[in-house]
């Protein structure tokens, strides 16, 4: 099948929430443009990949002492095989309200998925035979709120982030094994020896300048890039945040990061230095109404984002000048994603906005389905893949 026929991950195929699904619907609610609805078992936030005929969620028990893989059978919602991962007598507590313990999006390719709970584990399953290929339970911290962190499949190696209250580093794995190739520490010297400020929950994103790759992500205290294949840090940029969620994305030689909770800042940071971004490379800084949770969308200049305060913000990407600032309605924790010349944003009640990217707010669409919703949407094929709180659904025009 073609690329944009699948969703891998979390923000799809380059980790920055384009999709190349067409002939999308505009408008849905619980009894137009629904293909399919399946109630998911279970507990969890985390958000649907895709694969051919195969749909991959994650869930857990409330009290965390079972975790599941989830697989739907795309073309008719039916539930194929919930796969029970790991046990846990006692496992880490936390307020239920903040997280689940099963908010780690899963990573697909051909013939296997990755599915990952942070200190809880992680496990490599086999696509075709619904078999657990891998698993590993030895990669530990205390996340103080659960685990949130997803990870990154790149080619052969999977990437795992574990900023903890206690400890913080990344390991890569290798795919076909559950090996660990590398590990590297954050190193960071934190200001104070208070735990909760040392933890975060952001995913990895792959930094693509000419031939170099680089892994940048975002911790407590500091954003740093490292060597996808040594784990080597390249270059490190302090911040003043922590319990960082959101994800960084870049485009038109910037890279765009989040400082994290407290007092969030979107930062602009210059990337024509050849070793790496420095502090000095910082272009810009936004400081009113940054998400705390989900991740911006560039869409050619301009920079989009929803944030806790029910506010979508625009901004020029290249100088950060406030384009508008609309109030929409609704906490966001689901980021945004693109398609067909639309920007598709959904909030915790089950509303989704559909908005025309511009220098003023154009909505095109409202729509909203029960249960409201935590997870970033799949978009593949001609279908919006929507895991609410209760269940998952194929938005298609019918």
Request: glycine share 10%; net charge positive; charged share 20%.
């Amino acid at each position: 099948m073609q690329q944009d026929n699948n969703w891998p991950d979390f923000r799809g195929h380059n980790g920055d929430g384009f999709s190349g699904a067409t002939d999308l619907p505009n408008e849905w609610n619980e009894k137009k443009n629904v293909r399919w609805k399946t109630l998911v078992p279970e507990l969890g936030w985390s958000s649907p990949v895709v694969w051919e005929n195969q749909i991959w969620l994650t869930a857990a028990t409330e009290d965390g002492k079972e975790q599941f893989a989830l697989c739907f059978e795309r073309t008719t919602g039916k539930l194929l095989q919930k796969i029970l991962v790991f046990k846990n007598p006692s496992p880490q507590a936390f307020p239920r309200s903040n997280n689940t313990y099963a908010s780690p999006s899963p990573v697909i390719e051909k013939g296997r998925v990755y599915v990952h709970f942070g200190t809880f584990g992680t496990a490599c399953i086999d696509t075709r035979r619904f078999t657990i290929l891998w698993t590993r339970r030895d990669l530990n911290c205390q996340h103080g709120q659960g685990p949130g962190s997803s990870p990154l499949l790149l080619q052969d190696k999977l990437i795992l982030t574990y900023d903890g209250m206690d400890v913080q580093y990344l390991v890569a794995l290798e795919a076909k094994t559950g090996k660990t190739l590398w590990k590297t520490p954050r190193n960071t010297r934190f200001r104070n020896s208070d735990g909760d400020l040392h933890k975060a929950y952001t995913t990895p994103y792959l930094l693509k300048r000419g031939t170099r790759q680089e892994l940048v992500s975002v911790g407590a205290s500091a954003a740093c890039g490292y060597d996808p294949g040594t784990g080597k840090e390249l270059w490190r940029i302090a911040h003043p945040g922590f319990s960082n969620a959101s994800r960084p994305i870049s485009g038109n030689g910037l890279l765009f990061l989040n400082t994290g909770f407290n007092r969030p800042e979107l930062w602009a940071v210059k990337l024509d230095r050849p070793d790496g971004p420095t502090p000095d490379d910082i272009v810009w800084r936004y400081t009113k109404g940054v998400p705390n949770l989900s991740s911006p969308l560039l869409v050619e200049d301009l920079l989009f984002f929803v944030a806790d305060s029910e506010v979508l913000t625009c901004l020029e990407a290249a100088t950060g000048k406030e384009v508008f600032k609309e109030r929409i309605g609704g906490r966001f924790y689901a980021s945004p994603v693109f398609a067909e010349g639309l920007i598709y944003l959904f909030n915790e009640r089950g509303k989704a906005w559909l908005v025309k990217p511009g220098r003023t707010l154009t909505t095109v669409a409202q729509n909203e389905l029960e249960g409201g919703s935590h997870a970033s949407p799949a978009l593949c094929g001609k279908a919006l893949y929507v895991r609410t709180n209760t269940h998952l659904y194929c938005l298609e025009r019918v």
